[in-house]
C-alpha cells in the first residue's frame, strides 16, 4: 500500500509498505479520508513524533475491507470512522469509565501507526458505523465532532441557557453546533475573522463577535444579559481567549477549556479573581470517550450527522490534498495563518 511516513522532523515521505493484516479482534479499514488535526503538525514539523518511522492520521473514514478472527459486529463494505484511543481498560481510570484519562493508552496515529495511508488495522472496538447519507468527507470530522461534545458534556450542560464560544476552528464550529442542538437559548461565537464568524453564525450561532473591535465586550454584554454568560467554552487555547473566558462569564457561570495551550500563562490577581467573585466553575475537557467505549460523544455524532443537524459546511474544509502529496500539506502550516480550516488527505489511491 501507499502510505505517508515520517522519518524525522520535516521528513514526511510518500511512498509503498506492506499492507497490515487484520489479526485477532482487529478490522483492517480500507481509508478514504483523514484530517489533519493540529496535534499532527508538531509531529511532522516539530519534534512531538514519538519514534521514527511512523504514520501519523488518526481522524478517518473509510470502509471496513477485512475482518480479523473473531470479528462479529461489523461487515466487510461498512462505512466507518476511527476511534484513535486505545485504552488499555485495566487501569483504575479505565475501570470508571475515564477513558480520556487513561495512562497506558494506545493511540492510531501517534503511538500506532494510523490513517495517513491507504490502510489502516483497528481494534474491532474503534470504528463507529454511519449511514449512507453522512460523506466520506463528513466521516472524518466525528473525532473532532465528538472532542466538541466532550467539552459540553464537561459542564452540567442544560438547555434555555446562554452560551459563548470562543473560537472558531473546527471544534469551536462543533461545540457551538451541539451547544443549539442541546437547546441553548443563545450561541455566540467570538474570533478575529470575518469569514469564520459568518460561517459560525450560517452553523447556527446567535450573533459572532468580532474580538478585535474595540467595543467588542459591551457588544457580549448586549448578547449576554444581566450579568454574563451562563456557559463558557475556550476552544482556542490562547492567554487571550482564556482572560476573555473569565471575563465574559456571569455570576455562578460554568467554563469549559477545551484548547491547549502552547504558551505560558499569567493572569493578573484582576483577572483571576473573577473565578473567586463570580463562583464560576472551570472545568478542563480532554478528547473524546466515556462508557461504554467509545462512549455516547461517538453515538451522538453518528446520529446527529446522520440527521443532518450536526453540520460539517464545505467551508469548514480548507483543501482536499491527495496523499502522495502530503508532504506539501505540511508545509502549508509552516506560514502562520496560512491555513483556514481542515485540510483533509484523500487516501483513493
Ligand atoms: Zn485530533
Ligand atoms: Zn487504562
Known amino acids: 500500500m501507499k502510505a505517508g511516513v515520517v522519518y524525522a522532523r520535516e521528513d514526511i515521505r510518500y511512498e509503498d509498505r506492506e499492507t497490515p493484516k487484520a489479526k485477532k479482534g482487529q478490522v483492517l479499514i480500507k481509508v478514504k479520508y483523514t484530517g489533519i488535526c493540529g496535534s499532527d503538525i508538531p509531529r511532522v514539523n516539530g519534534d512531538a513524533c514519538h519514534f521514527f518511522p511512523n504514520i501519523l492520521g488518526h481522524e478517518f473514514s473509510g470502509t471496513v475491507a477485512e475482518l480479523g478472527e473473531g470479528v462479529t459486529s461489523l461487515r466487510v463494505g461498512d462505512r466507518v470512522a476511527g476511534v484513535p484511543l486505545v485504552p488499555c481498560m485495566h487501569c483504575e481510570d479505565c475501570q470508571k469509565g475515564h477513558y480520556s484519562l487513561c495512562k497506558k493508552y494506545r493511540f492510531i496515529g501517534s503511538s500506532e501507526f494510523g ?32 472532542v466538541a461534545l466532550h467539552g459540553l458534556r464537561s459542564v452540567s ?20 453546533q451541539w451547544a443549539k442542538i442541546f437547546g441553548a437559548k ?39 444579559g444581566t450579568s454574563g454568560f451562563d456557559y463558557v467554552f475556550e476552544t482556542a487555547g490562547n ?73 460539517v459546511d464545505d467551508a469548514l474544509i480548507f483543501r482536499k490534498i491527495h496523499l502522495s502529496q502530503i508532504a506539501d500539506a505540511f508545509k502549508l502550516y509552516q506560514k502562520p495563518g496560512a491555513v483556514k480550516g481542515k485540510i483533509l488527505i484523500d487516501s483513493e489511491c
Open 115 to 146: 490513517s495517513f495511508a491507504e490502510y489502516v488495522v483497528v481494534p474491532e472496538k474503534n470504528v463507529v458505523v454511519f449511514v449512507d447519507n453522512i460523506s466520506f468527507e463528513q466521516g472524518a470530522f466525528f473525532e473532532p465532532a465528538t
Open 157 to 176: 450542560y442544560q438547555s434555555g441557557k446562554t452560551v459563548a464560544v470562543l473560537g472558531t476552528g473546527t471544534i469551536g464550529m462543533f461545540v457551538l
Open 186 to 224: 443563545k450561541v455566540v461565537v467570538f474570533d478575529i475573522e470575518k469569514e469564520r464568524l459568518d460561517l459560525g453564525k450560517r452553523l447556527g450561532a446567535t450573533e459572532g463577535i468580532n474580538t478585535l473591535n474595540p467595543d467588542f465586550m459591551e457588544e457580549a454584554q448586549k448578547q449576554a
Open 239 to 311: 492567554t487571550a481567549t482564556m482572560k476573555m473566558a473569565f471575563e465574559l462569564a456571569g455570576n455562578k457561570a460554568q467554563l469549559g477549556f477545551i484548547g491547549t495551550p502552547t504558551k505560558e500563562l499569567c493572569f493578573s490577581v484582576k483577572e483571576w479573581e473573577n473565578l473567586n467573585r463570580k463562583e464560576l466553575k472551570l472545568t478542563g475537557s480532554w478528547m473524546s470517550y466515556s462508557s461504554p467505549f467509545p462512549g455516547v460523544e461517538w453515538d451522538y455524532t453518528s446520529v446527529y450527522m446522520g440527521l443532518g443537524e450536526l453540520k
